[in-house]
């Protein structure tokens, strides 16, 4: 795959601005959606029935007093050229029915369709090794069609009657990026409710550093996070912005997708599609200060 220089001077006249920016924009979206660190290797002493329940117990009361008006804790890391994102939540759903409907990889499919720069996904079933191929395109200013084709390696690395452990990762990306990773673990932990933990997050090179520092000072210059930060402004709460920011956002994306799916499985099957769709874009305004990118009609149209 070809890669877009980016190296943006003050000089630039603003007709080349216009022209890199919806390139620089879609790379970063296709660079900062997926994956989880190499701090998530596959060790048993930290990816374990246990070991989530553990963190339940130690998150429940950020959970019962979450800021996100639903029991939910969000945290996030830049560091060491590796950006991460991890969510742990309680949803409102037996086991049984969170792993039927999560431990699947054409469901994933289903999920992933919801983020909004997400135009095709296509799962590919095997015994071994499935395969999830996901398209991310993004139009801005009707000059290009941008679009990125990634094929990650879907594995279930542990499944039981109250515990599974599923992931997707691929080894290299546009702009410098490597080691893409999607985590998701799920356990029991009470009658009717399962306590879950998404995770992404990749490695970044120089050039990978260059994409997101430019998309920062421009697009991206005014975009927050969800973590809060001191003091206040203007009589409003501070939020982090920076490459956290850009986690936050796309992690809890992903988290809403994954609940708006959940949500559908009681719809008839011929309209959960729709059902799915709006569902992800009634929480997305529950966070429009982070989450708002088009409106409704403007995304219902390029889903359907």
Request: charged content about 20%; proline content about 5%.
């Amino acid at each position: 795959m070809s890669c877009l220089p980016v190296f943006l001077s003050v000089t630039r006249k603003v007709s080349d601005y216009l022209v890199l920016m919806p390139k620089i924009r879609c790379l970063l979206a296709w660079a900062i959606c997926f994956g989880a660190s190499l701090a998530l290797a596959d060790q048993s002493d930290v990816r374990s029935a246990a070991s989530l329940r553990a963190r339940y117990v130690e998150l429940r009361p950020q959970l019962e007093n979450s800021p996100f008006s639903r029991p939910l804790y969000l945290e996030s890391s830049d560091a060491d050229s590796h950006v991460k994102g991890d969510i742990y939540a309680l949803v409102r759903y037996p086991f049984a029915i969170v792993n039927e409907a999560l431990n699947d990889p054409e469901h994933w499919c289903d999920m992933l369709l919801l983020h909004v720069y997400t135009r095709k996904c296509n799962a590919v079933p095997d015994q071994g090794v499935s395969s999830v191929v996901v398209n991310i395109e993004r139009k801005a200013f009707a000059l290009f069609d941008n679009s990125y084709t990634v094929s990650f390696l879907y594995r279930t690395a542990s499944t039981a009657p109250d515990y599974f452990d599923v992931s997707l990762t691929a080894a290299t990306g546009p702009m410098g990026t490597s080691d893409y990773r999607v985590l998701l673990q799920a356990v029991a932990v009470e009658e009717g409710a399962t306590f879950v933990h998404f995770s992404y997050a990749n490695a970044y090179g120089l050039a990978g550093r260059m994409v997101m520092q430019t998309y920062l000072a421009t697009l991206g210059r005014d975009k927050v996070g969800f973590t809060r930060t001191d003091p206040y402004s203007n009589g409003f709460p501070g939020y982090i912005g920076g490459v956290r920011g850009v986690v936050e956002r796309n992690t809890m994306r992903y988290y809403l997708a994954m609940e708006a799916y959940l949500a559908a499985l009681s719809t008839p099957p011929q309209a959960r599609q729709e059902k799915r769709l709006q569902t992800w874009f009634g929480f997305i305004e529950q966070y429009a200060r982070q989450l708002y990118e088009v409106d409704r009609s403007t995304y219902l149209e390029m889903k359907r």
